[in-house]
């Protein structure tokens, strides 16, 4: 008797729908699998083979062929274990074809016949609805991964025994919903803006960072706040919306990240690896590829404390993730494509005792103070959109100005502004132009752009940083509420670009 069951297993960041044929009749009694399987998919002849006896049901001494298709995609990990039982069970004739028909199953089996979870269920049941698969049968621990996906029924089982017997109708299961607005924590954070004294320029920059999620680079002595301002950023970032939310849960489930109680990623990520970490931790890939710091920050922030501590070679592979937003890593036969769409930020001093150019403290030669600093290569810093100076000396008894929620109101509506305005784009924030949204979006008037092409000509920047700049006065000038960008939003554009050359000039 043939049978055919849906299955799906997850490749880098997507998930893919795969069938599972059963084909049972009689014959010298052997247990076949074929279709490009990886080891852990071929043990999966004898946890179904266990399985499925220690639940009462003695297994035919048959000719068993179980095949996954297309044959052609390699098949790996355990997802497949409940949907080769499952698809065995109606060949053997325990189930009819009308009971598993528009279902797709996931799970690992325990020899006992228990189910255990699995890691990417919540990309496995977005890609089902895609192919028009309405009903979903997954470990009950990933049960409330999809109960956010709208229009499909999503059932959590612990056991084989307890599928079966939901199949056939005896025993009734309620399907998971969950409502996004349930799961979002609340906004009252630990910290807040308005603990750091002073610091009006950088908390002016960090505001015009956040606004249009532009990369940020903070500089300055020991002490001066650099890292207590990066941790509050945060605050000011405004509320994940359910497409932002269901993206990043995506991530975390792919990764084995969520847990029962934190099933939804409802505040955004805020990475922050120490320097010791490698090119392959912040950009992902390794043996079984796997996202990187910079994928796990996707709509939050990576935060790099330190930053000339970072070894080279992991800083230069940020390069690309930074100006694509996306990593892909090349594997033999494979190619996996991880999201990198975060706001990069990161914290440095100016030389190795801390405290250049204040020659009178600073305790470094002029070569000692070059070679720490070219540990920031100029492509890393052209990539910068903002580069902001912090200084000590400020009195700790001083008031510390706006409170975080003040700042993120603000925040939300020039987010708001440009969501409107990308409607209908594959970006929503100004970072995010293209070269060709860019003259559409950022068009300048007769004396705005004699400006920006002097400046352009004396101090010799890239296009990039002549195209970062645009993007950084079109935030600027919606945090005014203004339709156009005048002269005095490029200007402060211009010097939050300009920091960088009093270090690197």
């Not at 000719?63 to 499952?86: M, Q, W, Y």
């Not at 997954?138 to 612990?158: I, K, L, R």
């Not at 996004?180 to 015009?208: P, T, V």
């Not at 099933?263 to 010791?276: A, G, L, M």
């Amino acid at each position: 008797m043939f049978s055919s069951v849906y299955a799906a297993d997850v490749s880098g960041m997507e998930a893919r729908v795969i069938r599972v044929e059963a084909d049972v009749r009689d014959g010298l009694p052997v247990f076949d699998m074929v279709g490009f399987l990886a080891s852990a998919v071929k043990e999966a002849r004898e946890r179904v083979r266990i399985a499925v006896g220690n639940i009462g049901i003695r297994f035919p001494a048959k000719r068993v062929t179980v095949n996954l298709s297309p044959a052609n995609l390699r098949k790996e990990g355990t997802t497949f274990d409940l949907s080769i039982a499952i698809s065995l069970l109606n060949a053997f004739g325990f189930l009819a074809d009308n009971l598993i028909s528009d279902t797709l199953f996931v799970g690992e089996l325990g020899l006992d016949g228990s189910i255990r979870g699995v890691r990417g269920v919540l990309a496995m049941i977005m890609e089902g609805k895609k192919q028009g698969i309405r009903r979903f049968v997954v470990p009950e621990e990933n049960a409330f991964e999809g109960g956010m996906v709208e229009h499909v029924e999503v059932y959590g089982v612990s056991g084989l025994s307890e599928a079966l017997d939901f199949l056939r109708g005896e025993r009734c299961l309620c399907p998971v919903r969950l409502s996004f607005r349930e799961y979002q924590k609340s906004r009252d954070f630990d910290r807040d803006l308005s603990e750091i004294s002073g610091c009006g320029a950088a908390k002016r920059a960090a505001e015009i960072a956040v606004s249009g999620m532009h990369d940020l680079l903070l500089i300055g002595p020991p002490g001066s706040g650099k890292t207590m301002l990066a941790k509050r950023l945060p605050t000011i970032m405004p509320e994940m919306n359910v497409e932002e939310s269901l993206d990043a849960t995506k991530m975390y489930s792919i990764c084995g990240m969520l847990t029962e109680h934190s099933p939804v990623v409802t505040n955004r990520p805020f990475r922050s690896p120490h320097h010791t970490a490698t090119a392959v931790t912040l950009t992902g890939g390794g043996r079984i590829p796997v996202p990187g710091e910079i994928s796990l920050a996707s709509q939050g922030i990576l935060f790099l404390d330190e930053l000339p501590e970072f070894g080279r070679d992991a800083l230069e592979a940020l390069r690309q993730p930074m100006e694509e937003r996306r990593v892909t890593v090349s594997r033999l036969g494979h190619s996996y494509e991880y999201p990198a769409d975060c706001m990069f930020v990161a914290a440095m001093n100016p030389c190795r005792c801390g405290y250049y150019p204040d020659r009178e403290r600073c305790r470094c030669t002029v070569g000692e103070v070059r070679r720490y600093l070219s540990k920031i290569s100029e492509p890393l810093l052209d990539r910068l959109d903002i580069c902001v100076e912090m200084r000590t000396g400020r009195s700790p008894e001083s008031g510390g100005g706006e409170t975080s929620a003040q700042v993120r109101a603000r925040v939300a509506h020039t987010v708001a502004i440009q969501r409107e305005r990308y409607r209908g784009e594959p970006f929503s924030h100004n970072s995010r132009l293209t070269g060709r949204a860019v003259k559409k979006y950022c068009v300048l008037g007769k004396a705005e752009r004699e400006y920006l092409e002097e400046f352009f000509r004396e101090e010799h920047i890239s296009m990039r940083g002549y195209s970062r700049i645009l993007k950084v006065a079109r935030t600027i000038a919606d945090m005014e509420e203004s339709d156009r960008i005048r002269e005095s939003h490029i200007t402060e554009a211009v010097c939050l670009r300009s920091i960088n050359r009093r270090y690197w000039g």
